[in-house]
Nanobody, 122 residues
Framework: QARVAETGGGLVQPGGSLRLSCTAS????????VGWFRQAPGKEREAVSC????????YYADSVKGRFTIARDNVKKTVYLEMNRLEPEDTADYYC???????????????WGQGTQVNVSS
């Protein structure tokens, strides 16, 4: 059974950093586009960053450009989201998603993790 899992969320002070990790079982994450999405209370799920399987297409939401970095380690079969200079507005549940033909919209992904909570607060 295909599954996706995220780890690395937590509580961090404004200006701090966190690194989220995304792994998969039941399929080869290396061959899939991976997207990081987030959803804050009362808001719609939005794309944070996405990376194609060939790493040629990378998307960042304007709100995270220059602060977040998506990276893939095919040896560890993991996709990371490095988050720096975190702001209270980054507080949300963060989800990893994978699909062979994913883009920047949630509906383009078939495989989703359960989410990990990121709380940026002093």
């Amino acid at each position: 059974q295909a599954r996706v899992a995220e780890t690395g969320g937590g509580l961090v002070q404004p200006g701090g950093s966190l690194r989220l990790s995304c792994t998969a079982s039941g399929f080869d994450l290396e061959s899939y586009t991976v997207g990081w999405f987030r959803q804050a209370p009362g808001k719609e799920r939005e794309a944070v960053s996405c990376m194609s399987s060939t790493d040629e297409r990378i998307y960042y939401a304007d709100s995270v450009k220059g602060r977040f970095t998506i990276a893939r380690d095919n040896v560890k079969k993991t996709v990371y989201l490095e988050m720096n200079r975190l702001e209270p507005e980054d507080t949300a549940d963060y989800y990893c998603a994978a699909d062979r033909h994913g883009g920047s919209k949630p509906g383009q992904y078939n495989h989703w993790g359960q989410g990990t909570q990121v709380n940026v607060s002093s």
